[in-house]
Nanobody, 125 residues
């Protein structure tokens, strides 16, 4: 059984940086695309970024492009989301997810096969 466990959330100030981690265990996901989604209170879950496990090719949502960077570490079976220049609008639960689909410009939650339980990032102004 695949397990995705997020960590790194917390309370930060606007303009700060934070790195989220997603530890993958249970089986190899080398043929999968790993993603980050986020969900703010009262809003729908939205795509943030994706990375193809086998070669590291990535995609980022327009709302975070230039500020957030997704990456994976094969040796550690971990996916990261480096978040810079954080804004109060980035406040949300951040979820790691995996899909067997091909890498796309944007994903929907329905595309995902596996999900983590999420980690909360709160950005104060």
């Amino acid at each position: 059984q695949v397990q995705l466990v997020e960590s790194g959330g917390g309370l930060v100030q606007a303009g700060d940086s934070r790195r989220l981690s997603c530890a993958v265990s249970g089986r190899t996901l080398s043929r999968y695309v790993m993603t980050w989604f986020r969900q703010a209170p009262g809003k729908e879950r939205e795509f943030v970024a994706a990375v193809r496990w086998r070669d590291g090719i990535a995609r980022h949502a327009d709302s975070v492009k230039g500020r957030f960077t997704i990456a994976r570490d094969n040796a550690k079976s971990t996916v990261y989301l480096q978040m810079n220049s954080l804004e109060p609008e980035d406040t949300a639960f951040y979820y790691c997810a995996a899909t067997p689909n091909a890498l796309q410009v944007v994903f929907t939650p329905r595309d995902m096969e596996y999900w983590g339980k999420g980690t909360l990032v709160t950005v104060s102004s």
